[in-house]
């Protein structure tokens, strides 16, 4: 909060019992977690009005719309195509695009929802949990689009830590070293690093462990990246794991990475959600990753 105050709001944990509670039990237990009140509207709920004006103006219902949306993931060469003739989107051209909606709804006397500046909020989101991992040491896992609230004062309220992690100086090192390596596209850099941060396999085969390393930290599912790994073009995100498999077998996971991992696929989802899908979390972490590596005398 000292750094990110003046753009998002972390409510406090409210320990103390509740003054009209005939027990006197603290409000705060090990399943449940009392914070403070935050105004705002659920980035979630935002964008489910977005989907319904959208279907609205195209004829549709909302199941039928996402029944649409499934079908084109499940496609590989339809999501090989949109992801690879698409550029990341720029947070000044998100700021024309919104412009462009308020001069229509002014102009027509529409009531259109203003998209929200995607590439913004991704990048201001990353650069928190950026800061939280490898500054604080101490992360939320779980920043979903129903714990992110746009307030009425413009920052984000983030709210239900309720699904931390811890890392100590070595696990912050280390993936520090995979945030960078992912980034600049250092293969075997990236190997290494996440063998380091705590993940082995089975016949320790390079190409499976980098492909593993690029899914959980970098861009998803890109096809360039898959190129990079050799996959094979008509193999599909639903399909990536059994191919995969064919050559290799996860044999350990620590507790950081499955969490790291959580908290980086969780972003990248909400990336696509806002419009700024194709991000590399990877590159967003890093400059916070060089700064601590610097820091810790290993830059």
């Known amino acids: 909060m000292p750094q990110y105050g003046k753009s998002v709001f972390i409510p406090l944990p409210i320990d103390d019992a509740h003054p009209d509670s005939p027990t ?153 070293r995979l945030c960078v390596a992912l980034a600049d596209q250092d293969d075997p850099g990236t190997i290494k690093a996440f063998k380091d941060f705590g993940v082995s396999s089975e016949k320790n085969d390079d190409r499976f462990l980098l492909c593993y390393a690029m899914l959980c930290y970098h861009r998803g599912f890109h096809p360039d990246d898959m190129k990079r790994c050799g996959i094979p073009d008509d193999v599909g995100p639903l399909d990536l794991e059994i191919y995969l498999n064919q050559f290799d077998h996860i044999q350990k996971m620590e507790g950081p990475v499955a969490t790291t991992q959580r908290c980086v696929m969780v972003l990248l989802g909400l990336g696509q959600e806002i419009g700024a899908s194709g991000v590399s979390i990877a590159t967003m972490f890093r400059p916070t990753a060089v700064e601590y590596l610097k820091s810790r005398g290993k830059m």
Request: glycine share 8%; proline share 5%.
């Open 24 to 176: 006197n039990r603290s409000l705060c237990t090990h399943n449940v977690l009392t914070m403070e009140a935050v105004n705002g509207v659920p980035i979630k709920k935002y964008l489910k009005g977005m989907l319904e004006e959208w279907a609205t103006s195209q004829g549709k219902t909302v199941d039928e719309t996402k029944a649409e949306m499934k079908k084109m993931y499940e496609d590989p060469d339809k999501m090989r195509e949109m992801l690879g003739n698409s550029k990341p989107a720029s947070e000044t051209m998100t700021d024309v695009y919104i412009a462009g909606v308020k001069a229509i709804n002014w102009i027509f006397h529409t009531d259109w929802k203003v998209p929200l500046n995607g590439p913004r909020i991704i990048k201001l989101l990353c650069d928190v949990h950026a800061h939280e991992i490898f500054v604080d040491g101490l992360f939320n896992s779980d920043p979903h689009p129903g714990n992110i609230l746009q307030m009425e004062d413009g920052r984000l309220g983030l709210i239900d830590y309720g699904a931390c992690d811890m890392l100590d100086h070595d696990k912050r090192e280390a993936f520090a």
